[in-house]
């Protein structure tokens, strides 16, 4: 059986708030990337193939520090924050072509309530492939 090695964990990743009169303005495009945590093995495809590098695997310590208390409380100690920024990705659809599980997908907003659709989640590390 081959042993795949752990994943390096970015832990310079600083979060900030977004200034509501700047989000009221944004233009959007019609379509995002969607991600389902409970299908993520952590194997870090779609963070290699992002030509934007938008897309991050934060460890526990880097959100701790960086104060945002609700989400660091929200995480276990042994997740892994998934994180897609927004603002730099162009929706080029490779780490969704990249990914082997299909957590990434591409959808279209359609206005009214998505089934939970999100650019964010924590994954335990209990799910990273062996």
Do not use: H
């Amino acid at each position: 059986m081959e042993i795949i090695e752990k994943p390096i964990f970015r832990a310079d990743y600083e979060m900030q708030m977004v200034d509501n009169d700047w989000l009221k303005g944004a233009v959007k495009p019609k379509r995002f990337i969607d991600f389902i945590p409970e299908q993520c093995i952590l194997c870090e495809g779609c963070v290699d193939i992002c030509p934007w590098y938008c897309i991050f695997m934060v460890s526990p310590e880097a959100v701790d520090e960086s104060g945002n208390v609700a989400l660091a409380d929200q995480m276990g100690g042994d997740d892994i924050l998934f994180l897609i920024d927004d603002n730099a990705c162009t929706r080029c659809n490779l780490c969704v072509e990249r990914c082997p599980t299909g957590a990434l997908v591409q959808s279209e907003v359609t206005g009214g309530k998505k089934r939970g659709a999100r650019a964010m989640g924590t994954v335990p590390s209990s799910q990273k492939a062996s």
